[in-house]
């Protein structure tokens, strides 16, 4: 009886907290939607583009922003895998030189991408560019500082 009892306590406890982490889940998709459309338009400001320029930025740069990501996603996981401690000496070789590879291949999707994006744009607004998604990260650090400073006065 009280096995029965604890099992179904268990799966009670168990579907509450899916539900919520479900919840949690749109919350988060909600203002990394909210963050994308801000960012973008404060590239849009600082850029100042054509109407040429702006159809055919807009699917390079949201197609490197998904590759991005997904290479730190990649990256992310990897580190989060294992804790280095526990780590045999041939996982932790094999672990930097995943990381080390992980690292190329940013860095050969950056040079991909300023190459696509000089093939239409002056280089002077792909600086901008870089400087705009700089300050709008400045920007959204200095906005969440403020709004921590304030929850902990209260």
Do not use: C
Request: aromatic fraction near 10%; hydrophobic fraction near 35%.
């Amino acid at each position: 009886m009280k096995n029965k009892i604890f099992t179904i306590i268990l799966l009670f406890v168990s579907i509450s907290t899916f539900a919520q982490l479900e919840k949690e889940k749109g919350y988060t998709k909600k203002i990394s939607e909210k963050l994308k459309a801000l960012k973008v338009a404060h590239i849009t400001e600082q850029l100042d583009l054509t109407k040429k320029e702006a159809e055919v930025f807009w699917p390079i740069y949201n197609a490197h922003e998904e590759e991005k990501d997904a290479l730190r996603k990649f990256s992310v996981e990897r580190r989060k895998e294992k804790k280095a401690e526990n780590l045999s000496e041939n996982e932790a070789k094999k672990l930097l030189f995943d990381m080390i590879e992980n690292e190329k291949k940013r860095n050969d999707l950056e040079n991909k991408y300023i190459n696509d994006l000089l093939k239409f744009l002056p280089a002077k607004k792909i600086i901008t560019l870089y400087r705009a998604e700089h300050s709008f990260k400045r920007k959204m650090i200095e906005e969440y500082r403020g709004r921590h400073r304030e929850a902990r006065k209260d």
